[in-house]
């Protein structure tokens, strides 16, 4: 099971960006469809982004489309999500997954440990 590592989230006020990364521990990275999700204090974890293998392949929801950007770097082992007019709602902590199919990750994917990003108003 690939073991992931997220990084880059914070205090941002209302407006501003943050990019979070989220570093795999095995080449295998390169052969998962990769996503992130958020759960907001006293919500469900939600489906925030996902990338095919290839990257060709790019879905994200409609609360963040136009706003946010997923991408990886198959030789990093690493994803990355861009989050830019970042909204109080935005509030979460952000963990990304694999392997993620239709916004859902399998059954026994992995999960990393979840970054806090916190948008101040």
């Known amino acids: 099971q690939v073991q992931l590592v997220e990084s880059g989230g914070g205090l941002v006020q209302a407006g501003g960006s943050l990019r979070l990364s989220c570093a795999a521990s095995e080449h295998t990275f390169s052969n998962y469809a990769m996503g992130w999700f958020r759960q907001a204090p006293g919500k469900e974890r939600e489906f925030v982004a996902a990338i095919s293998v290839s990257g060709l392949n790019i879905d994200y929801a409609a609360s963040v489309k136009g706003r946010f950007t997923i991408s990886r770097d198959n030789a990093k082992n690493t994803v990355y999500l861009q989050m830019n007019s970042l909204k109080p709602e935005d509030t979460a902590v952000y963990y990304c997954?694999?392997?993620?199919?239709?916004?859902?990750?399998?059954?026994?994917?992995?999960w990393g440990q979840g970054t806090q990003v916190t948008v101040s108003s």
């Open positions: 997954a694999a392997p993620v199919v239709d916004a859902i990750v399998i059954s026994g994917g992995s």
